[in-house]
């Protein structure tokens, strides 16, 4: 275990920790609905360090990215409802 | 690290959770549990890794014989995969409830919908 | 057999298929569902019937061609086969009944549901713990789907309601999972239950997070909001299978994971199931919704069974049978109620009334209602039974105590629905609209069939007879076939059923039993001759009457407490069903019966208690309870039997129930029914006789309690407007002599007993009989509505005439033989005090006997009333056989005392009675019945004669020669005479009769209804509330657990 | 507030009980013995590099059935869950604003590109990491692609339905043919497992990842479309 | 003790003494209160003549089939409770009928007339009857129960229901009376004998007769000649027990006498000193004063 990856991992940690704050309190719906797709990308990163490169795939291809376009289609069709 | 990673996950998934349980927007609740699942599949992860060890995938490093004593338990992998798809199913179908609901009543806070109740 | 991996993927690649069709082969579609889900019970079918014939065994069937550990293995025993089997004739069901929705839905439903269907099995056939939460999240996205099949615009945020929960309990699963691989390096849950997980380092908590997680499957009270909405808005069908189907899987899968934890997460397990059995019920009290309310329901039966779940430890090899009895009589019961929910249009309970249009279909509703409560014959009896007495056995009595309270607080308010059904008028503005549609309806039908084939099979199978096999249930069960029958034919038959049981068995009944089998069969028989009186079909009647008369006649006949304990329930369902009939009797009916079925789980409980553990416990082994136990023994039945006799403070339902009853009902059951009560006690004494506790003599309890019963009833009936009420109230106080010469304990009192038993019987039979006909004919039942009707039911008069004099126990007539033998038995008993109060209920008899005659046919004649005739000529006939009965029974009362006498000495054998010739001696003092009875004849007649002779060209005065008139006063009835009668003795006494009794009971209602009232606000409707409760539930589990374990 | 409160008390229970869990976690240094079958089995008995695939496709391959079919319902009950009025809009022609030159070009380039990486992907799923999930998504990044550049695009919402139903069924019938001609659901030795580390080997492996990867690229495609389709807006 | 012919003509032998000696009894004491009153009062055999007079007479009138019973009911009780007990003790001539039963069904004889005296009073469908039928009944329940508790203590006493040997057991002075051996069971039956008696200041019951259109503006003639035997027969055949159950009873006719003109005599000055008690009053009065005494001596013996 070589130092760099645990400051690696450390550094990853934090990010997702502040990705997250933001995908749960953030003011604006599509920042947390972007912070949270970055969770997920920071996520497969982590996966990947932690040797499960078919997770990390999986994690990024439909946990960040396709979620993230679910979100989206759906945020377009409620006017309004996103300030609720 | 691998405690790092865990306690991580486990963070991540009392923040989702945090987020789901206080935000009355629908769509924010569906975000906070996604990072959840996020977490969720971090502590999976995490719990089969063994320091100094490879993915579970013979190749030319990894030779059929030495197997074992190479690579990292596979098991958590195969249960993640799953994992990560079925919550993507239902994050979707969660996603077009929202979406179902906001044209019941114009808006997606939770609240509003408590017809049924007692 | 087909293998369970056909079962599985049997539907799911026909699931496929449909997402392949067209969208407008749309019956193509729905064939191809139907046609999956036959095949499918039938392969499961096929699995249970190779179990149950034993040529197969329990068998693992592993995939991938690897061992199971390694891959995903499938089991496959007898239980796993009946709960696909279940799951497989729910979904078949409830695909017929939802043809319409699914052909508009279109294939994508059928898809889902054919999924929906695969998953329960999967997760019942399932011995991977992943694969289990595979399962899981197939079924919730499946019930995402089918939640929106129903029509309710509320439904789809029901269904996100249950999404967000699901949410967190996949969290909680897949951590608890994960770990749980980790400490056992296994996901199959043998192999965990082999490493056992609950011991290793984290495991425990990784246990706790999948049990957890699995329970909150199940809706455990207070983490179930979201089961609620769903049951509410969701499609009946649909709510047919997440109660029937999907409960029990989820059941089913706790079971299988709880080896995993080891032993000492059984009673967090039981703790968990109390709790929701408990507070489901409770907040089911205060529900008006049909739905919601059978969705209530079902979480408190969820957590009944899941209390048994958590008792396997003690319940051995019954395990089974009582968790299986319990959870399929539920749901086929609640599939049945939901699906017959789907006929109506209307979501309030009383929108139920229009089922009174189809009597097939109430049926069907008692039916169900009956498997839910677990009366007999239904496996819930058998299974509660048997539950209840293992638990004693162990003495594990708090769980008892409140799985009964529960028991009883949900009879209440399902029979409270069904009282509602039976007897409201429909609610007028929003008249409910009543489908008829012929698949639907078989549907339901086929609910019922399935639920009495359970009864019948659950009786074979347990450990006593089997209820259908007794001839009296059967000959009462046979009047349901007899329905369109006309009355007097169906009144005939029963007639000539009663007698002949009783030719058949009296030979082999000692006297004690035979003076009962008498007044039951005998008795009854000439009740009943005045149904004839009655004109038309009178559906319901006669099933009901011969229920109540089989359960009467099993118990006389029972040698054991588990036939005893039968006969008590039908009994007490016949007699509900009887009461029920009455036009005003809906409350009082359910009175009756939450006090009946309370005074049942006493009985039980007592029982219980006394087996400890004897499979079939001789009701003469009461005689050895060990004397620890024994006083609470005693407590426990003579409180319950107690409850039957209507002895003060447990009085409050009968007035009513006994009122309001038909004119041939009350008689039934207040000259018949009450002395099941009397028997109870009989048995009870005889087996176990005087026990203290704490230094208190119980029997002298009794002594008091009779005394109390005896002047309270006698007061409260001087008080009555209502000239049935008044009968009723004064069979609480003849009840309450009854008891007090049991509770003598000695040779006379109990004489005197069995003379109430036969006198109290003949009496009050004819005076209900008569009242009964004069109400029938003026239309009312207060007396001051009614007079002078001497001269137009000269014949009804005779019969009330010769019965007050009787009751009052005046010579000459047979009443005065009890007081006779009453006086000489207090001379011999312990116990003085409690004397003082019957000697003073005595001479109050007076008042209320005077008042019932004088009002009624004495005084004037009131002008509506002119025209009216005799009563009906069947109603006269049994009237005058009891006066006869009665004339003969005072003249020659040795004919039916002598045997029974005899018999008494072998257990008291002081202090009997000598019968010398006419006259009867005592150890004090004499009495000769045929000499009195002829010197007051002589003294009366000729005295009577003379005055007619002087008088014999007398004219008769018309009434209004002696009124006077007076300004007609506002309320007319406050000026009659009758109006108010004992005003004066209100004054001086009335401080006695305050409704002490009735205002307890009813605060205690109060309480429990406020309190549900109040703390079913905690449902808030709002789904993230809900997720919060889950959460709550979860830290309270967690910290509880880790304390205790 | 009192709300926020009572959630972050609970949640501080729950940090609890996760502290414990982690508190009480040391790691393995060995392989536990399920994970020491599947290393020295999987290559020898399903020839399989990839072991993560072989678990999948075939040790559990029932989870995975599962798996696959949370997605087809998830797809299916969209359509349900949607309300009616959601494809209907369709019909009312829209001006857009045009996606850009660049977009379309673009996307026209890479579609194919894109679909052939994800059938890659699935097709090698049994050697290398990837496999029909990672490669389904992929394919259906491309449907996203063309739905980006043109929310009008016309897709044949039934082609869909017929490859995910196809590949669903013969997913099935190939687990059920197992039962029959091998060692059980979802052997993958149904077919003869060859050479290690050929595209051809491990069986009917490949087959029923390319399967999957069909249904669930299928699945998601068509996921993505019936969100994005617009009533009006 | 059982039933011989000669019985019989024995048995209506009592029956005319007592009836004399009742007629005269109240005429005696009618003239006393008039002489106290300083008037003149009524001739002796008064009540005689009233009876013949009465018996004599025909009525057109009649209210039904019960309007008869009333009188006879009410006769027929009192006939009934004086041959039900043994008048003389130790006379086997005037034992009457007692073999038909004991104690007890003395106690319950009682009542007879009254049921039968409501039920013929209120044939005659007239309100007022109405109202003392439930006076009087609401009274009788209380003013009974010290008699009952008060009869089974003496019977506890002498362990014996027969009332002839509840007698025997009282011979040899008058200190073996009950009077003596259980003076709370004879207090306790004393009041409850003052209830009994119709007279003041428990007579309220008969108010509603009293008024001009009462029931016996009804009852006249024959059926007014019955109750008027029976108001000469019934107040003695309830002393009669009294006396048997506490005063020793009587061996000869001129004991008979005394004794029971002394315990009339207790009422009749009780009702001079007091005035009516309404019926709740009196209700309470009994519960209050009489219960308890009854209670004592049930606990006492």
């Given at each position: 275990m070589s130092p760099l990856l645990t400051i690696m991992t450390l550094l990853l940690s934090i990010a997702m920790i502040g990705g997250a704050w933001v995908a749960i309190r953030s003011f604006s719906l599509p920042m947390a609905i972007l912070a949270a797709g970055l969770v997920s990308l920071l996520a497969s990163v982590m996966f990947l360090i932690l040797a499960a490169p078919d997770v990390a795939m999986t994690e990024a291809a439909i946990g960040s990215g396709l979620t993230t376009f679910l979100f989206f289609f759906v945020l377009g069709r409620v006017k309004g409802g996103e300030d609720d | 690290m691998v405690l790092i990673v865990m306690s991580t996950g486990f963070l991540l998934i009392l923040m989702g959770l945090y987020g789901s349980l206080t935000n009355r927007n629908i769509l924010r609740m569906i975000v906070s549990f996604t990072v959840t699942n996020t977490g969720v599949n971090l502590v999976l992860i995490s719990v089969g890794y063994m320091p100094g060890r490879t993915a579970p995938i013979l190749d030319e490093t990894v030779a059929v014989s030495e197997v074992a004593q190479r690579i990292i338990d596979p098991v958590p992998q195969a249960l993640v995969l799953t994992a990560i798809v079925i919550g993507v199913g239902v994050t979707a179908l969660m996603l077009a409830y929202a979406y179902r609901l906001y044209e019941t009543k114009g808006t997606l806070d939770i609240s509003q919908f408590t017809e049924l109740k007692w | 057999m087909v293998s369970p991996l056909v079962l599985l993927g049997t539907p799911l690649g026909m699931a496929f298929l449909l997402g392949m069709l067209q969208n407008r082969w749309r019956f193509a579609s729905y064939g191809i569902t139907l046609l999956t889900m036959t095949c499918m019970s039938l392969f499961s079918a096929d699995w249970v019937l190779g179990f149950a014939s034993g040529s197969l065994v329990a068998t693992d069937f592993s995939t991938a061609g690897a061992p199971p550990p390694f891959a995903i293995s499938l089991r496959m025993s007898l239980t796993e086969a009946s709960l696909i089997l279940l799951v497989n004739l729910a979904g078949l069901f409830s695909t017929l009944y939802l043809k319409e929705e699914l052909l508009r839905i279109g294939r994508r439903g059928m898809a889902v549901l054919l999924i929906d269907i695969m998953a329960l099995c999967g997760i019942i056939l399932t011995r991977d713990i992943f694969n289990l939460f595979v399962f899981f999240e197939l079924v919730v996205i499946s019930t995402g789907g089918l939640v929106l099949l129903s029509d309710d615009q509320r439904a789809p945020s029901a269904g996100f309601k249950y999404l967000i929960v699901s949410q967190l309990i996949s969290v909680l699963l897949l951590i608890g999972i994960i770990f749980a691989y980790h400490s056992t390096g296994t996901l199959n849950i043998d192999g965990m239950a082999a490493a056992s997980l609950g011991l290793l380092k984290g495991g425990a908590l990784a246990f706790f997070l999948i049990l957890i997680a699995v329970i909150s499957e199940l809706k455990p009270f207070p983490a179930n909001g979201w089961a609620l909405d769903i049951y509410e808005s969701a499609h009946p069908a649909f709510s047919a299978i997440f109660s029937a189907a999907a409960s029990s899987a989820a059941l089913f899968a706790v079971a299988k994971l709880l080896p995993m934890g080891g032993e000492s997460w059984l009673p967090v397990v039981s703790s968990i199931g109390l709790v929701s059995f408990l507070a489901a019920n409770l907040f089911a009290?205060?529900?008006?919704?049909d739905r919601r309310l059978l969705g209530y329901s079902s979480i408190a039966q969820t957590g009944l069974v899941l209390v048994v779940i958590g008792q396997q430890d003690i319940l051995g090899e019954r395990y089974l049978f009582i968790a299986g009895g319990i959870l399929l009589a539920h749901a086929v019961a609640k599939a049945g109620l939901y699906w017959l929910s789907g006929l109506l249009s209307n979501r309030h309970l009383t929108a139920w009334t229009v089922l009174r249009q189809s009597p097939l279909l109430l049926f069907a509703f008692i039916s169900f209602i009956a498997l839910l409560v677990g009366l007999p014959p239904f496996p819930g009896f058998y299974a509660k039974w048997e539950l209840v007495h293992l638990l004693a056995q162990e003495g594990r009595l708090a769980i008892l105590g409140l799985v009964l309270l529960g028991a009883l607080v949900e009879a209440g308010y399902l029979f409270r629905w069904f009282g509602k059904v039976v007897k409201r008028s429909d609610g007028g503005e929003e008249a409910a609209v009543f489908s008829v549609a012929p698949i639907k309806t078989l549907v339901v039908f086929a609910a019922v069939a399935g639920g009495w084939s359970l009864g019948y099979l659950w009786g074979q199978l347990s450990?006593?007879?089997?209820?259908?096999?007794t001839i009296p249930v059967l000959f009462a069960l046979g009047f349901l076939l007899l329905e369109r029958f006309p009355v007097w034919l169906k009144n005939s038959l029963a007639i000539v059923g009663l007698v002949s049981y009783y030719l058949i068995s009296y030979p082999a009944y000692d006297p004690m039993q035979l003076i009962f089998g008498t007044v039951i069969l005998i008795g009854g028989g000439v009740i009943l001759l005045a149904s004839y009186s009655v004109s038309g079909r009178r559906m319901g009647f006669y099933p009901s009457a011969m229920l109540m008369f089989a359960g009467l006649s099993l118990l006389i006949e029972a040698k054991d407490s588990f036939h005893f304990f039968v006969a008590w329930e039908l009994l007490t369902i016949g007699s509900y069903f009887l009461i029920l009939r009455g036009k005003q009797s809906e409350p009082h009916a359910l009175s009756y019966l939450v006090f009946s079925l309370g005074g049942a789980f006493l009985i039980l409980a007592g029982f219980a208690l006394a087996a400890e553990g004897v499979e079939l416990f001789p009701l003469s082994s009461l005689s050895q309870v060990t004397a620890d136990k024994a006083p609470w023994v005693f407590i426990l039945l003579a409180v319950g039997f107690m409850t039957k006799t209507a002895s003060v403070g447990l009085h409050i339902w009968l007035p009513g129930a006994h009122a309001e009853a038909e004119t041939d009902v009350s008689p039934m059951v207040s000259g018949i029914l009450l002395k099941a009560g009397l028997y109870g006690l009989v048995v009870l004494l005889l087996g176990m006789g005087k026990q203290q506790l704490y230094g208190v003599e119980l029997t002298h309890v009794m002594l008091w309690i009779g005394a109390l019963s005896a002047l309270l009833g006698n007061l409260m009936a001087v008080f009555q407007e209502d000239a049935k009420r008044l009968l009723a109230y004064s069979s609480i106080g003849q009840m309450g002599y009854a008891l007090f010469g049991l509770a003598l304990m000695n040779h006379l009192g109990w004489l005197m007993a069995l003379m109430f038993v036969i006198n109290h019987y003949i009496y009050k039979s004819m005076l209900f009989l008569s009242v009964g006909g004069v109400a029938k004919r003026t239309g009312t039942r207060l007396m001051y509505q009614m007079g002078g009707l001497i001269t137009l039911m000269p014949l009804s008069f005779i019969a009330v005439l010769i019965g007050i004099i009787a009751v009052s126990g005046v010579p000459p007539l047979s009443g005065f033989g009890g007081r006779w033998i009453f006086y000489n038995a207090i001379l011999t008993a312990e116990y003085r005090l409690p004397i003082i109060l019957i000697f003073l209920a005595g001479p109050i008899a007076f008042l209320y006997l005077f008042r019932l005659i004088h009002t009624l046919f004495l005084g004037q004649l009131k002008d509506e009333h002119r025209q009216i005739k005799e009563a009906p000529f069947w109603l006269i006939v049994p009237q005058m056989i009891f006066v006869a009965c009665l004339m003969a029974f005072a003249l020659v009362p040795g004919v039916a005392l002598r045997r029974f006498d005899l018999y008494l000495n072998q257990f008291f054998p002081q202090g009997g009675l000598n019968w010398e010739g006419v006259s009867i001696t005592s150890q004090f003092g004499y009495w000769s019945p045929v000499s009195i009875m002829v010197v007051v004849m002589v003294i009366f007649a000729s005295l009577l004669g003379w005055l007619i002779f002087v008088n014999r060209k007398a004219q008769k005065v018309k009434q209004f020669n002696m009124v006077f008139a007076a300004e007609r006063p506002y309320r007319p009835e406050t000026t009659?005479?009758?109006?108010?009668?004992?005003a004066p003795y209100k004054k001086a006494l009335g401080f006695l009769i305050q409704p002490l009794a009735t205002r307890f009971w009813g605060m205690v209602m109060d309480l429990l209804h406020t309190s549900a009232d109040l703390t079913r606000r905690f449902y808030t409707g709002n789904g993230q509330t809900y997720a919060i409760h889950l959460l709550a539930f979860v830290v309270v589990v967690y910290l509880f657990s880790m304390g205790s374990l | 507030m009192i709300k926020r409160f009572f959630v972050l008390a609970l949640l501080f229970a729950m940090g609890l009980l996760f502290t414990d869990l982690l508190l009480s976690y040391t790691p393995d240094t060995e392989l536990n013995s399920t994970a020491l079958y599947y290393a020295n089995h999987t290559a020898k008995d399903l020839g399989a590099a990839n072991i993560v695939t072989a678990i999948i496709v075939s040790y559990r391959g029932l989870d995975t059935l599962g798996e696959v079919t949370v997605l087809f319902l998830s797809a299916a009950i969209l359509v349900l869950v949607l309300p009616k009025g959601w494809r209907r809009g369709k019909r009312k022609p829209r001006i857009l604003p045009s996606t850009g030159e660049l977009l379309g070009t673009g996307s026209h380039l890479l579609v194919p590109l894109i679909l052939l990486l994800g059938v890659y992907l699935f097709v090698n799923g049994h050697l290398t990491p990837g496999g029909g999930f990672q490669g389904g998504a992929i394919i259906a990044s491309a449907a996203l692609l063309l739905l980006l550049t043109n929310p009008l695009q016309p897709f044949s919402r039934h082609l869909f339905s017929v490859v995910e139903s196809i590949a669903g069924l013969c997913f099935v019938v190939i687990g059920l043919l197992g039962i029959v001609y091998a060692g059980g659901f979802l052997d993958n030795r149904l077919l003869p497992i060859g050479q290690l580390g050929e595209l051809f080997s491990a069986g009917t492996m490949p087959i029923l990842y390319s399967l999957i990867g069909l249904k669930v690229g299928a699945e998601f495609s068509s996921m993505l479309i019936n969100l994005s389709e617009t009533k009006d807006s | 003790m059982n039933f011989e012919w000669i019985q019989i003509p024995y048995s209506l032998l009592t029956l005319f003494i007592v009836i004399n000696y009742g007629l005269l009894l109240n005429a005696f004491i009618a003239k006393i209160a008039a002489r106290i009153g300083r008037r003149h009062g009524i001739h002796l055999f008064q009540n005689h003549i009233d009876l013949i007079k009465n018996y004599s007479l025909r009525t057109s009138i009649t209210h039904g089939v019960m309007f008869y019973l009333g009188p006879v009911f009410r006769l027929g009780g009192g006939v009934g409770l004086l041959l039900f007990v043994p008048t003389l003790y130790g006379s086997e001539m005037f034992s009457n009928l007692s073999f038909s039963g004991d104690l007890i069904l003395a106690l319950y004889f009682v009542f007879f007339g009254a049921l039968g005296m409501a039920l013929g009073a209120g044939e005659s469908g007239h309100p007022h009857a109405a109202i003392g039928v439930s006076r009087g009944l609401s009274q009788m329940t209380t003013a009974e129960l010290p008699f009952a508790l008060a009869v089974f203590s003496v019977s506890l006493q002498y362990q014996t229901l027969s009332i002839t040997e509840i007698v025997s057991l009282q011979q040899g002075g008058f200190l073996n009376w009950t009077l003596f051996t259980n003076p709370l069971a004879v207090a306790a039956a004393m009041l409850s004998f003052l209830g009994s008696m119709m007279r003041p200041p428990f007579d309220v019951v008969l108010a509603p007769q009293e008024i001009p259109i009462g029931p016996p503006t009804e009852y006249h003639s024959s059926y007014l000649a019955m109750m008027q035997t029976n108001r000469t027969i019934f107040p003695i055949a309830k002393i009669v027990i009294y006396m048997n159950l506490f005063f020793g009873g009587a061996a000869s006719w001129p004991v008979f006498f005394l004794k029971v003109f002394l315990i009339y005599m207790v009422s009749v000055f009780v009702g001079v000193v007091f005035p009516r008690f309404r019926v709740e009053q009196s209700i309470r009065w009994f519960l209050i004063y009489a219960v308890p005494l009854g209670i004592l001596s049930i606990l006492w013996v």
């Open positions: - | - | 009290l205060c529900q008006e919704n450990l006593f007879d089997n209820i259908l096999h009659h005479f009758a109006w108010n009668f004992f | - | -």
